[in-house]
């Protein structure tokens, strides 16, 4: 990190700044990238600490390019109001990207500081917030991904490669699945999904598919009648053992599996009667 100069923050330095943030946050809104590449310093530093990176100058044409929304459906919108103070401003925003077959919701911020007339660092945090069934994706290809850093667009797509492998390939089903298989049959590092999993969809791989494992469950308990053994589509789901899946079974549905099948058989008969 550079060495932070003596920055002004009187008044008149608050409206310097608030002229040089509007400016910037309409090229975002109006996606016009080369506006927005012209407002930052030739000594920018630009945190993306989703990606776990820092980014000069030279690196943010694709950055940015990759950020902006592009396609149909896609929208970047502004949260709350803009705050600035001298010569440092906070904007929130949601932004709305394609990411494999689904449109992807991020929720970030940035905290900017202003140098010269122009956005010199910056620190973005953003997150997932939801997915969204649409459209299929355009077929403009996946970002080659060289590196553990992940623009917003890219993280959303991974996240969508990684659901639509789950549910078309039901991996889960293996009780010995790994995460370097699959890093190697979605095509990624396990850098990489471990990265999407921990840090942006906060949770670890082994939840990650004991979920889809629960679900799968809970799919055949409401497609047969006369189920067998909870125990044994346990097994047949994937779990390893009992003891996971009982866990998992109490924190998704919070009652237990035989509690759940008297729900099921309750219903079952309430629909019978009628």
């Known amino acids: 990190m550079s060495q932070v100069p003596s920055l002004p923050d009187d008044a008149a330095q608050t409206e310097r700044t608030r002229e040089t943030i509007l400016r910037y946050r309409e090229g975002w809104k109006t996606c016009d990238l080369e506006a927005v590449l012209a407002l930052y310093h030739p000594d920018v530093e630009y945190y993306d600490f989703a990606g776990n990176r820092m980014m000069r100058l030279h690196e943010l044409r694709d950055f940015v ?11 970047l919108e502004h949260t709350d109001r803009i705050r600035i103070d001298g010569h440092t401003a906070f904007i929130q925003y949601r932004i709305r990207l394609r990411g494999g077959n689904d449109l992807v919701s991020f929720r970030a911020s940035e905290a900017i500081t202003v140098r010269d007339g122009l956005v010199w660092r910056v620190s973005e945090y953003a ?21 553990l850093g992940l623009s917003a667009r890219q993280m959303g797509i991974m996240a969508g490669d990684l659901e639509d492998y789950f549910q078309r390939q039901k991996p889960y089903l293996d009780a010995e699945l790994n995460l370097q298989q699959v890093a190697e049959a979605t095509g990624y590092t396990r850098n990489q999904i471990s990265h999407l999993l921990n840090q942006v969809l906060g949770q670890s791989f082994y939840r990650y598919v004991n979920q889809a494992r ?14 067998k053994r909870v125990d044994e589509l346990a097994f047949a789901a994937g779990f ?3 003891s996971a899946f009982y866990k998992c079974f109490r924190e998704r549905m919070h009652v237990t599996p035989k509690e759940y099948l008297k729900q099921i058989s309750t ?5 019978d009667r009628r």
Do not use: C, F, K, Y
């Open 65 to 75: 390019r990759s950020s902006m929304p592009q396609l149909s459906g896609e929208l």
């Open 127 to 147: 997150n997932i917030e939801r997915t969204d069934v649409g459209e299929a994706a355009s077929a403009d290809g996946r970002p080659a991904l060289s590196r």
């Open 214 to 227: 629960l679900q799968h469950l809970l799919d055949s308990l409401e497609e047969h009648s006369n189920p």
């Open 240 to 242: 390893n053992s009992l």
């Open 267 to 271: 219903r079952v008969r309430a629909q």
